[in-house]
């Protein structure tokens, strides 16, 4: 059996949009606010499942597992001007994603007919606090964003039993597009 957290051991496709205000000074410092919605999915490949005191080997059996979160996303940071329409900018702050729900979906076509499903709502913290790196490479109205970051927020917080602690991790890559 396959050792993995209810938050998933593999990534999986996710999709979010946010909106950016953003200062920058003379001497290349930076100043923003992000706020936006995202849906994370994760997940769990399944070797093995238990129903009862038998256990079954599967194939091709997995767990998505979807939360849903409103993030905001106060930073400051640095632009460094690599030519006149090009720029590498680093930004660092806190992600503070509020919660608002979570699901996930258990496929084991070996044994069920169909999708198990089963929502999670009682597992997403109101606020999962996850300090936050970035990088963006932007020219005039485009850019490329890549940036991680780690929860402090334990998901299993007052849970008995087994591990009890479980944390969120997030790399996304995105596309920027600037409006002014």
Do not use: C
Not at 41 to 68: G, V
Not at 79 to 86: C, G, Q, R
Not at 115 to 126: E, F, I, S, V, Y
């Amino acid at each position: 059996m396959r050792e993995a957290s209810y938050l998933g051991s593999v990534p999986a496709a996710t999709y979010g949009a946010s909106l950016a205000v953003q200062h920058e000074y003379k001497n290349h410092f930076l100043l923003g606010l992000e706020a936006g919605y995202e849906n994370l999915r994760t997940r769990i490949n399944i070797e093995q499942y238990q129903i009862d005191d038998m256990i079954f080997n599967t194939e091709n059996a997995y767990s998505i597992t979807r939360n849903h979160f409103i993030n905001i996303f106060p930073s400051a940071g640095y632009n460094f001007p690599l030519a006149e329409d090009l720029n590498l900018s680093l930004r660092g702050g806190a992600d503070l994603g509020i919660g608002l729900s979570s699901s996930s979906r258990l496929v084991i076509r070996d044994i069920f007919e169909d999708d198990q499903h089963a929502d999670r709502d009682g597992l997403a913290p109101g606020l999962d606090f996850r300090p936050r790196i970035e990088a963006k490479i932007s020219g005039k109205r485009l850019g490329l964003t890549v940036n991680y970051s780690h929860g402090v927020t334990n998901w299993l917080n007052g849970w008995a039993g087994g591990p009890t602690e479980l944390y969120m991790r997030v790399v996304r890559v995105g596309v920027q597009y600037r409006l002014f």
